[in-house]
């Protein structure tokens, strides 16, 4: 999960089942034990207010249609989450299988369903996902890939999306921008800052730790609600560079195409302050 916003203030810190069963695709041929991280059960019933459907999402579901090559040929989303972005997307190019490896998070996807949001929800493990049929797009966005917490998950991840990408598909890389987040840091190995959000008395509260060990970012949450209540929730994730995207990217048979800092992509060059790291793929 990344920061929905741009931080305002940053400090030094101190240290601090679903009830039916899930579909699964028809067409999966995905085997094995699925590796739940628990993000589901942490923020499944406040997922909504650290990213609400706002301008935001327009934006990234309009650069995702200029970017897929043939929505007619299918459409795969990797960490599909309560459907934020698969939900609206598939109104513009048709049915996308989303794969999330949380069931609480396909719970809410399923519950927002509706009759003109063609999206599958199936129970998977990115790293391990295959089907019988090949798509033009690929995307993981929201941080997904960096959910993954060595460079052999992530590049596994990468390879699965490759094979399922047709001639001339297209992967769709989206999360955090390694470099801001060592600036933010400032040097420091902790950081606390606050993102205020657009409904008054609301707002995030992170408490961030690099980890010495593989690149790892250690986030506390704090959620501000208007009435004063909180929710608390946790995640570590892998901070990964671009250049390290382009290598999982080739060994998988992949060619790196462009970078992007923040959607909609074609107006948002990428660079060392970029927010994120959003980068594309296509398959010879």
């Known amino acids: 999960m990344s920061t929905p916003a741009t931080p305002t203030t940053a400090a030094p ?22 590796d739940d991280i ?5 923020f499944d019933d406040w997922y909504h207010r650290l990213f609400p459907d706002d301008a935001s999402v327009a934006a ?22 309560n459907g934020r972005i698969a939900l609206p997307l598939s109104r513009r190019v048709g049915r996308i299988t989303g794969v999330d490896s949380s069931p609480e998070m396909l719970e809410l996807l399923r519950k927002n369903l509706t009759d003109d949001t063609p999206v599958e929800p199936l129970h998977a493990d990115i790293r391990t996902y295959t089907a019988d049929r090949t798509v033009g797009l690929v995307y993981a966005v929201c941080a997904t890939l960096s959910m993954l917490l060595t460079p052999e998950e992530q590049r596994q991840a990468v ?33 606390t800052y606050f993102t205020p959000y657009p409904e008054p008395g609301t707002g995030l509260q992170s408490h961030s730790l690099l980890l010495p060990e593989g690149s790892l970012w250690h ?28 290598a999982y990217a080739r060994d998988a048979g992949l060619l790196p195409e462009r970078r992007f800092g923040d959607w909609p992509a074609d107006t948002s060059p990428y ?11 296509i398959k010879p």
Do not use: M
């Open 13 to 34: 810190s101190t240290p601090s089942a679903p009830s039916t069963p899930l579909p699964t695709a028809a067409h999966s041929t995905t085997t094995g034990i699925i």
């Open 38 to 42: 628990g993000y589901g059960r942490q």
């Open 60 to 81: 990234e579901v309009e650069s995702l249609v200029s970017l897929h090559p043939d929505p007619a040929s299918g459409t795969v989303e990797f960490g599909v989450g």
């Open 159 to 191: 390879q699965r999306a490759a094979d399922l990408l047709t001639p001339g598909g297209r992967l769709v890389v989206e999360t955090h921008n390694k470099p801001a987040i060592l600036t933010l840091h400032e040097g420091r190995a902790r950081a």
């Open 219 to 246: 986030l506390s949450h704090v959620w501000y609600e208007s009435d004063g209540t909180t929710r608390v929730g946790t995640e570590v994730s892998r901070l990964t560079a671009p250049d390290e995207l382009d």
């Open 271 to 281: 660079g060392p302050h970029s927010p994120l790291a959003i980068c594309t793929y």
